[in-house]
């Protein structure tokens, strides 16, 4: 007799066009093989009791709702700052992460992803790399060999990563960005579209253009701080 596989209920924080891709991919995973419960998206905005159907998952209410759930949770927001935010107040009310592959995707067999993560169509994560917590890879994004990717980072839509290369928490890479082998790009830094960053980046900073210069150092982000793994570093 065989034991039928048990769903587990998700829900999906945010309920924009990140989070309307992120659902696409929570159905696009269920098609393959039945993995999730979706029980909706909880969304802090404007938003009618049954949203349409582009959605494509209920509106359950706002996002202080996520300890009222029994289920476990995925930040379906485009900025690592907010993600960070939601998954604080998710934390605080004991919820678990979930980690979102897109069956498109190609994951190398000793990549670790930590809890969190997203992984849109067709991104490529290759060998011996990491992704810490809620880091996004978003659609045709690659990430090479040897790469550690701390908590929050956002790697936009076509954004490409060297081998060996580190991005801090919170790290975010614009649309077509790419980051030479080796690179370090400090916590919280920024790679506008189609940079093409060739050296270390300190911690704050915005870079654009080929070769990535630096446009603006923006003030130091004050709050917990973290290591890149996502785990706190000094008490709340």
């Known amino acids: 007799m065989t034991t039928a596989h048990r769903l587990e209920r998700l829900v999906v924080l945010g309920a924009g066009g990140h989070a309307r891709e992120l659902v696409d991919a929570v159905h696009a995973v ?37 300890g009222m759930l029994d289920a476990r949770y995925v930040v379906g927001i485009g900025d690592g700052a907010v993600r960070e935010r939601m998954d604080e107040m998710a934390r605080r009310a004991s919820r678990t992460p979930a980690t979102v592959v897109h069956p498109t995707a190609s994951v190398g067999r000793r990549a670790v992803l930590h809890p969190g993560c997203y992984v849109a169509a067709h991104a490529t994560l290759t060998t011996d790399c990491v992704l810490g917590r809620h880091t996004h890879v978003n659609v045709g994004a690659s990430v090479s060999h040897d790469d550690v990717l701390g908590a929050y980072c956002t790697l936009a839509p076509g954004a490409r990563l060297g081998g060996r290369a580190v991005l801090e928490d919170g790290v975010t890479l614009g649309l077509n960005c790419a980051v030479l082998p080796g690179v370090r790009l400090g916590a919280w830094s920024v790679a506008g579209a189609g940079a093409t960053v060739t050296r270390d980046v300190q911690p704050g900073s915005v870079v654009v253009g080929t070769p990535a210069a630096v446009l603006r150092r923006a003030a130091e982000r004050v709050g917990t701080h973290r290591n890149v793994f996502g785990r706190l570093e000094v008490d709340e």
């Open 30 to 66: 269920n098609a393959v093989r039945p993995t999730w419960d979706l029980l909706g998206v909880l969304d802090d905005g404007d938003r009618p009791t049954e949203p349409g159907p582009e959605v494509g998952a209920p509106y359950l209410g706002p996002t202080s709702m996520v």
